[in-house]
């Protein structure tokens, strides 16, 4: 079945260091993707999200980058932090019509460490 | 605004019984999703609801039963308990694109 999957399970470096965290899916019908951020004991936290008519977003210290051809998505965090730390989540949105129907579907998560 | 809560936070059954666990959306929002977190198999989505109306559905047996009230808030309930469901259930608000998840409530299932 249809998919969204994380390359790497583990992550750590150096706080400073910028941070990649990737994500493979397999429905290219999908249109909407979220990256969450999830820290120990708390719900998901939102942190940026991208459109598939959009090959790059950019936040607060975080840029999402969308490759359709590939169907690779990907979060850059810029001077990672400690208080980074923690499981990010892609998702992909597969609800019947988009937009606020929503069904997510989640990557397995990547465990983020920053170390000082 | 508060955000989305979600009751009890910590809950201990036994195998067999039944839950229902509590969910209050963000205001305004109408559109509510359940969520369950588990190790090994991560969030999966449970079903979504909108104005009353259950309108996503996830692939759970019939034991996982969800409604939703005219004031948006949300109860999910599970029957017949197995080991297994033992899980973070996380629920979900939206109002247009960004999904706001709750703190979650923990289910154990002895």
């Known amino acids: 079945g249809e998919s969204v999957g994380l390359h790497l399970p583990t992550l750590s470096v150096q706080e400073g260091d910028n941070s990649i965290i990737n994500c493979a899916y397999s429905n290219s019908a999908s249109d909407y993707f979220i990256w969450y951020k999830q820290e120990s004991g708390k719900g998901p936290q939102f942190i940026i999200d991208i459109r598939s008519n959009m090959d790059k977003r950019q936040g607060q210290r975080v840029t999402v980058l969308l490759n359709k051809t590939v169907k690779h998505l990907s979060l850059q965090i810029a001077a990672t932090q400690p208080g980074d730390s923690a499981v990010y989540f892609c998702a992909e949105n597969g609800g019947v019509g988009g937009g606020s129907n929503y069904k997510l579907t989640f990557g397995k998560g990547t465990l983020l460490t920053v170390n000082p | 605004k508060a955000g989305v809560t979600q009751t009890p936070r910590y809950l201990i059954k036994t195998r067999g019984q039944q839950v229902t666990l509590s969910c209050s959306p963000i205001s305004g929002h109408r559109s509510v999703s359940w969520y369950q977190q588990t190790p090994g198999q991560g969030l999966q989505f449970l079903f979504e609801y909108f104005s009353e109306t259950q309108r996503n559905k996830g692939n759970f047996p019939g034991r996982f039963s969800g409604r939703q009230f005219s004031n948006s808030r949300s109860e999910m309930n599970v029957s017949t308990l197995e080991l297994g469901d033992s899980a973070l259930y996380l629920c979900?608000?939206?109002?247009?694109?960004?999904?706001?998840f709750g703190p979650g409530t923990r289910l154990t299932v002895l």
């Open positions: 979900a608000s939206s109002q247009a694109d960004t999904q706001y």
